[in-house]
């Protein structure tokens, strides 16, 4: 409010001083342009007159040789004050001169004309006469022409001083209205003088009294519906803040007032109640039903809790509620409490139309107010994903901890792959009769920022949750089959069912084995579980494999429930037996027996055997005895970054 | 030679003839035939494509006539400008309107003045430039004389251009002074009275710078 009031008047006049000055001063300019050549040339009009008199009278006395009459000519001209001198030339000889007393002072800025003489009655010339002719008119005439523009410059200025002062006083009454509607409110009453000015500043004060009298009524006007609406406003506000903490089915408190009721509370326990299945209901009997069973269990929980103050009934959404423990019970009666109502809820039977219904449902608890949505949510979930209808949340699970251990390695993973940190490392196979490296298993290592080389152990199973699994497949699968192209060795990949399953690997696969050419070097090793659960899958995947060279392992064989009959239709080409049964095989009886079966069952069908996990001499020795193959095992080599042949 | 001519003509003019003005005579043989080219109108006066610049004498004058002729063509080389030109030598008693005449110069003619006005008037008939010696015959109807005074003073006798058949360049009537015959018989009077001629002189001029003026 404090800013510089700027006048209207003083603006107005400066404008219009600036406007017209630069409009004056530039015709001025261009006149005083055109008047000073027109000066000019009047004056050397007038010398060239001059000239062209006096020249016939010179030419006649030349042609007639009266050099005195041609000298007392240039004597009687050069009379005139404006003439400096005269100069006669014939045959470049100046055969008369005359100069003024003026002539040396002035003959710089002097106008100098030249003329041909000729011979009268003819157009011989006979001569030249230059005149030299005073600037001394012309200097009077620029001379007074500059005074009297200046005087008119002069007489403007204060032409337009006095308009400013007029129209500064035109427009003062303005300025005064100005600074008394500053104070103006509404439930003022502010005089405005100059209404009887017969202009428009009386226009301006007239309007001004008349909108003041109807700001006042409309002012009174806008009270009384500003009261009526703030009444509104309220009873709104009420039943706004009602719907933001209940829910609009069931008429229970919501999820949002249940996060209050949990930050309000210290000490408390939760209960989230999920009805299995509820999709069905709705699918099967229509939305209206699947409302209709909401409202009704929602009354009959009410129902329940009815005889206790200390629990609050929420519906947190469609099919899930909460029963939140104000005062926290022992953990005794939480948990009776909870099995009695999961058995009412058995119990209860809900009619659409002609229908029976009932519900069951699962539920998990957090005996703790601190995050307890959050770990009742949680023990929900493991309560489903176990099947069982009620889990506790424990809190030495910690399972807070497990999710943010999840998303750092999902992080480190990305980071991994943006900056080609995961590599492929080998660890050699060997021929157990000629000792030879005859193989490599192609084996994931991701490095970490700290260039810690972390085995899959560690990531891959957080790598398949996080969709990043395929990835790792494709550069394991890209990086194997670029270090073998050129190297003299077979290599084997390990593929689990999703990679199989997965049309886009599959691609890559054939893609890959192409563009580096490793179709008679690669192995894939499958796992033998996953190979019977996928069985149709997985025979196409090795059928297309095998069509362009390739060949097939069944790895960790003898982990689960072999089925010979299975490996028979599947036309494998190895059998790496689980490390479970080699690591005790030199002294485990049973372990030798299976894995005897294995190698008689496998050598009847030509399929090579590969014992894996060799730790130590011993059992080196022994899966030799048993007519293994093949062995690898940290005994005979470590996993490398890269492989040396003929070792 | 020149010398010798002069000292004859002198000799002469001392035993039989008029007293001429040697200076006079000169200028007078070096700007009358140069005026003949001021007429615009002398493409009409020619003769046989020739300017003919006929000069009339007193019998007594012939050797001046003769001398003068000599002087001319020496002077200007047989040509005026671009044209040819004839001098024909006349004496008074033989000049009649068939005497061939681009322009006339007449001597002095005192012994025979009764003759000048009929000169005059053939030659404002034929429509020509007549040049006098003698300024005094401008009163009898001559155009031209030429009177060295202060400096070179040329004459002419104003009724005598209201004529169509000569037209001056303007520049030469702005250089020339006029006179009128009222002039020429006040000198005519002081001339029978024997007055002196510096005087006759000083009283023309006189008129002539008033008239001038005017």
Not at chain 1, 223 to 238: A, G, H, M, R, S
Not at chain 1, 348 to 363: G, K, S, Y
Not at chain 2, 44 to 56: A, E, V
Not at chain 2, 115 to 134: E, H, L
Request: with cysteine; charged share 25%; net charge neutral.
């Amino acid at each position: 409010m404090n800013k510089k009031i700027k006048s209207l008047s003083r603006k107005i006049v400066l404008l219009i001083a600036i406007v017209t000055l630069s409009s004056v001063l530039l015709i001025f300019n261009l006149f005083e342009k055109i008047n000073k050549e027109a000066f000019y040339n009047i004056e050397m009009e007038k010398a060239k007159l001059v000239l062209s008199t006096i020249e016939p009278l010179i030419a006649v006395n030349i042609y007639l040789n009266l050099n005195d009459r041609i000298d007392q000519v240039t004597k009687q001209l050069i009379t005139n004050p404006n003439i400096l001198s005269i100069k006669v030339i014939q045959e470049n000889k100046i055969i008369n001169e005359r100069k003024s007393e003026e002539f040396e002072n002035n003959i710089d800025d002097s106008f100098i004309v030249e003329n041909d003489i000729f011979q009268p009655n003819s157009q011989k010339k006979i001569g030249t006469l230059i005149l030299t002719y005073s600037n001394k008119n012309y200097k009077e005439l620029i001379n007074t022409y500059t005074t009297l523009l200046i005087k008119v410059l002069f007489l403007f200025g204060i032409v337009f001083l006095l308009f400013s002062l007029y129209v500064k006083k035109l427009l003062s009454p303005l300025r005064k209205i100005a600074k008394l509607l500053q104070g103006y409110s509404p439930d003022k009453n502010i005089i405005i003088p100059f209404d009887n000015q017969n202009n428009e500043i009386g226009f301006i004060s007239n309007a001004l009294n008349n909108m003041q009298h109807s700001i006042a009524q409309y002012a009174k006007q806008q009270q009384n519906i500003n009261k009526f609406l703030e009444e509104k406003v309220d009873e709104k506000t009420l039943e706004l803040r009602k719907q933001l903490y209940t829910n609009a089915l069931t008429g229970l408190p919501n999820r949002r007032s249940l996060l209050r009721d949990i930050n309000n509370n210290d000490k408390g326990a939760l209960l989230i109640i999920n009805i299995d299945d509820f999709k069905e209901i709705n699918d099967f009997f229509g939305q209206a039903a699947g409302d209709s069973v909401l409202i009704s269990f929602s009354k009959k929980l009410s129902n329940m809790i009815i005889k206790k103050d200390n629990v609050t009934l929420t519906h947190l959404s469609g099919d899930e509620f909460a029963l939140f423990f104000i005062k926290k019970p022992s953990k005794d009666e939480f948990i009776q409490f909870t099995t009695n109502l999961l058995a009412n809820v058995e119990k209860m039977i809900f009619r659409h139309e002609n229908n029976e219904l009932t519900l069951r449902v699962t539920i998990g608890g957090s005996f703790r107010v601190q995050e307890a949505l959050e770990k009742a949510d949680i023990a929900l979930k493991s309560a489903k994903k176990k099947g069982k209808d009620f889990l506790l949340y424990d809190e030495t699970l910690n399972v807070e901890q497990q999710y943010k251990n999840n998303m750092e390695w999902t992080k480190k993973i990305n980071w991994a792959i943006e900056n080609d940190r995961i590599h492929a490392f080998f660890q050699p196979i060997f021929d157990n009769k000629t000792n030879k490296l005859v193989s490599s298993e192609c084996l994931i290592r991701l490095i970490d920022s700290d260039n810690n080389i972390i085995t899959p152990y560690h990531f891959l199973t957080i790598a398949k949750k996080s969709k990043l699994y395929s990835k790792l497949t494709k550069i394991m699968i890209q990086k194997s089959c670029q270090y073998f192209e050129h190297l003299d060795c077979d290599f084997s990949i390990n593929l689990s069912v999703e990679d199989v399953l997965n049309k886009e690997i599959t691609e890559y696969i054939s893609y890959s084995i192409n563009k580096y050419n490793v179709s008679k070097k690669i192995v894939f090793e499958l796992l033998e579980t996953e190979g019977i659960e996928n069985y149709e899958e997985v025979s196409s995947f090795i059928n297309e494999m095998k069509s362009l060279g390739c060949r097939i392992a069944i790895d960790d064989f003898g982990s689960g429930y072999s089925n010979f009959e299975y490996l028979l239709q599947l036309n494998i080409d190895y059998i790496k037996i689980d490390g479970s049964l080699i690591k005790n095989l030199d002294i485990d009886k049973n372990a030798q027996i299976v894995v005897e079966t294995i190698v008689s069952f496998a050598k009847k069908l030509n399929i090579i055997v590969i014992a894996e996990y060799v730790h130590n001499e011993a059992i080196y020795k022994k899966v030799k005895e048993l007519n293994i193959d093949r062995s690898q095992g940290f005994f005979l080599a470590e996993p490398q970054d890269n492989i040396t042949l003929n070792s | 030679m020149k010398k010798i001519f002069f000292l004859y003509l002198t000799l002469i003019n001392i035993a039989f003839g008029y007293n001429y003005d040697d200076l006079v005579l000169k200028a007078q043989a070096s700007i009358f035939p140069k005026i003949i080219l001021l007429d615009k109108k002398i493409e009409d006066k020619l003769i046989d494509g020739k300017i003919i610049y006929t000069i009339i004498y007193d019998k007594t004058d012939h050797h001046t006539a003769l001398s003068i002729e000599e002087f001319i063509n020496k002077n200007f080389q047989g040509n005026l400008d671009k044209y040819q030109y004839k001098i024909n030598l006349v004496s008074f008693e033989n000049f009649s309107y068939k005497t061939e005449a681009s322009a006339i110069y007449v001597l002095n003619l005192k012994k025979h003045i009764e003759q000048i006005a009929t000169i005059a008037t053939i030659a404002k008939r034929k429509g020509i430039i007549s040049f006098s010696y003698d300024i005094n015959n401008l009163s009898k109807g001559l155009m031209f004389s030429l009177v060295i005074e202060k400096s070179t003073v040329l004459y002419l006798e104003k009724e005598n251009l209201y004529t169509k058949k000569i037209d001056f360049v303007d520049a030469l009537l702005q250089m020339v002074r006029f006179i009128d015959k009222d002039y020429a018989t006040q000198e005519e009077i002081l001339y029978y009275n024997k007055l002196d001629k510096k005087k006759l002189y000083a009283s023309i001029r006189h008129s002539v710078f008033s008239n001038h003026k005017e």
